[in-house]
């Protein structure tokens, strides 16, 4: 072959590499393995599976309004709340069918998130903060507060799992598998989202307003963008949530838990697309993996959690991308001979 | 015909300071209009003003006739209005590739369209084009906080032209760089005034990038204009010389 030709063989086999997109493979075969995954676990074990990805979803809004947008938020679990309660609400309240109740509760966070992001265009860092935080105490108040609505701090028992095309979905494996199939379909969407020039947008949002406005960037529509998708992201999760658990209270939606889901995106690696994931992984199962240190599992928990982000502040995505730099620069070193 | 850009008794205060104190200037299509001026004399803070990162206190700003006097800097930039900054602004964690599609996506289609359309936005042609056209073909995939202060200083200016404007305002594009990268960056924009007509309006403290591009130059001083005219009328002018240029 000439060395043109090889030339574009190389070019042709590029391209292609770089249309087959790494994140979207591991997304595919992490579901396929999620799928089988609980084999053998019981109901606990798959619970807290199902549990770990319905805070992914979750904390994959978070991070894509506070790690691509840049916009600080503490009203995830707010967000989560409204969700969990509008499903819980509709569905055992009105007889409204799960899968209307999920889009409606998406599409009230969808807008409560845009409101919510009215003051990110006056404020910004921990002055917006402020302001979520407001937000996510206002919440909480509201479900302990409005009984009659929400039945207050006795919550909505009798939630029914839905069903899909006739299935019952009531074992845990069934709504695992269930969970795992809408995870992958909201991830899917995040990643198109991320990739597209919207996530180019909200990057130069993030790391740039002033510059980005001067050179088109609507920064006011996508900062207003970045909360309502985010939050709907918080209120589809909340909507998995209650007919995981099958009955909610306020507890699980407190301050307290939207700084643990901030604390998931840190952890995780603020800005990379897995590191909800990752993040909800320490979050949610590792505190299930030190059950055996019994009342000490916290201390240790805090401790891991404390060390990780002084060896690597921009959480273990960071890290993992920082290892397989490494990795690659010797492998380079070893293949090419050249440093 | 109406000049591109008319700035009429343009006034800003910060406080009891007058940051720009009634400047008025107009630029005619394709001309290649420079500023000058001591440090403090409301270089930067003028340009602010016309681009809406700053409200004017009083005056008006005109482009094509149209008056667009406190516009939002998006939308000033989506009328064919580009810039840069004083201080170095790409955004550090995207690819040069990146930056320039950045620079130019918001020009292409709807919001909506954007989100459904192509990844690139349909613009990896004309992004590499400026890449190869400023010189940064190596260094395409690279991310723009790793390079160096006179590459990051081009590849700024190459996205001030990535969407194609009509006017550009540039703040001191010959801060910091090398004489070689200077004369490249100097050429270069030539070129562009040359081939597309595009219009410019050059704030820099390097007399000698000044005087051998622009075609005009405005003196501030203190917020207002001290002087106007050719480089050769402004440079022998006394009230200049004493003011800014010395002896």
Known sequence: ?339 | MSPVLEVQDLHKAFGGIKAVNGVSFSVREGEILGIIGPNGCGKSTLFNCILGQLEPTEGSVKLDGRDVTRMRPSDLNRLGVSRTFQLLQVFPELSVRENLILAGQEHQGSMLGRLFGARDAGLSDKAEQMIGFFKLGHLAEAKAGGLSYGQQKLLDAAMAFMAGPRLVLLDEPAGGVNLTMLGDLKERLRAINAEQGATFVVIEHNMDFVMSLCSRVIVLAEGKVLAEGTPAEVRADPAVIEAYLGH
């Open chain 1, 1 to 339: 072959m000439s060395a043109p030709a090889l030339e574009s063989t190389a070019a042709a086999t590029r391209s292609a590499a770089r249309r087959i997109d790494g994140a979207l493979i591991t997304l595919l075969i992490g579901a396929a393995i999620l799928w089988f995954a609980p084999t053998g676990m019981g109901r606990y074990g798959t619970y807290v599976l199902s549990l770990w990805l319905v805070m992914s979803i979750g904390v994959m809004g978070l991070n894509l309004t506070l790690g691509y947008a840049g916009q600080s938020s503490l009203a995830q679990a707010g967000f989560m709340g409204l969700g969990a309660y509008t499903t819980a609400i509709l569905t055992t309240k009105w007889g409204v069918s799960w899968y209307a109740a999920f889009g409606l509760s998406g599409l009230l966070t969808f807008f409560v998130g845009i409101l919510l992001g009215f003051p990110a265009l006056r404020v910004r860092t921990h002055y917006l903060a402020f302001v979520t935080l407001a937000f996510s105490t206002l919440v909480w108040l509201l479900l302990r507060n409005e009984q009659w609505l929400t039945g207050g701090a006795f919550g909505i028992p009798n939630i029914d799992r839905p069903q899909f095309f006739g299935i019952k979905l009531f074992g845990a494996l069934e709504f695992h598998r269930f969970v795992v199939a809408v995870t992958l379909v909201l991830s899917l969407v995040l990643w198109w989202l991320v990739r597209s020039p919207w996530g180019r947008a909200f990057t130069a949002l993030r790391e740039n307003p002033v510059r980005a406005a001067s050179l088109g960037v609507d920064t006011r529509a996508y900062t207003l963008l970045a909360f309502a998708i985010g939050s709907a992201y918080g209120g589809f999760s909340g909507s998995l949530f209650a007919p995981l658990v099958e009955f909610i209270d306020p507890s699980p939606f407190t301050l307290s838990q939207s700084l643990f889901l901030l604390l998931m995106v840190v952890a995780g690696g603020s800005g990379y697309f897995f590191g909800p994931f990752v993040g909800a992984l320490l979050g949610v199962v590792l505190p299930e993996w030190l059950r055996f240190a019994g009342s000490l599992y916290l201390i240790i928990f805090a401790t891991i959690v404390l060390a990780l982000l002084i060896i690597c502040p921009q959480g273990v995505s960071g890290l993992i991308e920082r290892c397989w730099a490494a990795l690659g620069r010797r492998f380079g070193r070893k293949a090419g001979g050249t440093p």
